[in-house]
């Protein structure tokens, strides 16, 4: 009998710790609240600054020819370049709307990250139309940068011939001008994440 109590108790300290480094998983209801406010809060902020990104492009884009939409933490600027077909050589008639784009961004909104995307029209194979659409993006890419943007702010994707991405389904040559572009899209900064709350 002697020997069973020390075990029985051993036993009944071993699931209290367990129990407690279980509950250690969790935060309380009350930091679980104020996280979340935060992070509303963030979210908050977060599109104030998208929505005062897509009304300065919307000034700034006025006189070009050019899409604005905002999404959830982010702006895309639709058809800021057009090229012709085969080529990856910026036009002349696109690069004061680039430029107006670079000063806005550099005066206003310095912390965003910007993707230049590349697209071409579907005449060729995939590949070479990803690789297209990457020449097109990274010569609007280093264009931005020579005009004012950070490095490490500016990068460039290629979504080439994608189906789902283009102006006129199918177009290539004339009726393809469309598809040959490059968007810009500006991102805020993230608003990370939040712990769960105990049950």
Same mark, same amino acid.
């Given at each position: 009998?002697?020997?069973?109590?020390?075990?029985?108790?051993?036993?009944?300290?071993?699931?209290?710790?367990?129990?407690?480094?279980?509950? +250690?998983?969790?935060?309380?209801?009350?930091?679980?609240? !104020?996280?979340?406010?935060?992070?509303?809060?963030?979210?908050?902020?977060?599109?104030?600054?998208?929505?005062?990104?897509?009304?300065?492009?919307?000034?700034?884009?006025?006189?070009?020819?050019?899409?604005?939409?905002?999404?959830?933490?982010?702006?895309?600027? &639709?058809?800021?370049?057009?090229?012709?077909?085969? +080529?990856?050589?910026?036009?002349?008639? &696109?690069?004061?709307?680039?430029?107006?784009?670079?000063?806005?961004?550099?005066?206003?909104?310095?912390?965003?990250?910007? !993707?230049?995307?590349?697209?071409?029209?579907?005449?060729?194979?995939?590949?070479?139309?990803?690789?297209?659409?990457?020449?097109?993006?990274?010569?609007?890419?280093?264009?931005?940068? +020579?005009?004012?943007?950070?490095?490490?702010?500016?990068?460039?994707?290629?979504?080439?011939?994608?189906?789902?991405?283009?102006?006129?389904?199918?177009?290539?040559?004339?009726?393809?001008?469309?598809?040959?572009?490059?968007?810009?899209?500006?991102?805020?900064?993230?608003?990370? +994440?939040?712990?769960?709350?105990?049950?």
């Amino acid at each position: 009998m002697n020997t069973r109590i020390p075990r029985m108790a051993l036993l009944a300290a071993g699931f209290m710790t367990l129990g407690l480094a279980g509950c +250690s998983q969790y935060v309380k209801q009350s930091d679980f609240n !104020t996280a979340i406010q935060q992070l509303q809060q963030k979210q908050q902020d977060q599109q104030q600054q998208i929505d005062a990104i897509k009304q300065q492009m919307q000034s700034q884009f006025s006189k070009y020819d050019s899409q604005i939409t905002s999404m959830q933490g982010r702006v895309s600027i &639709d058809t800021v370049a057009h090229f012709a077909f085969n +080529s990856a050589t910026l036009s002349e008639q &696109d690069k004061p709307a680039l430029q107006d784009f670079a000063a806005t961004i550099s005066k206003y909104h310095p912390n965003v990250l910007i !993707t230049v995307e590349g697209f071409a029209d579907p005449a060729g194979s995939r590949a070479y139309n990803r690789k297209l659409g990457m020449e097109r993006a990274n010569a609007v890419r280093d264009f931005l940068v +020579s005009s004012g943007l950070a490095t490490d702010q500016v990068r460039a994707v290629s979504y080439g011939e994608d189906s789902n991405r283009q102006v006129v389904k199918g177009a290539t040559r004339d009726r393809g001008a469309d598809n040959r572009r490059v968007s810009l899209t500006v991102d805020a900064p993230g608003t990370g +994440s939040v712990a769960t709350a105990a049950p």
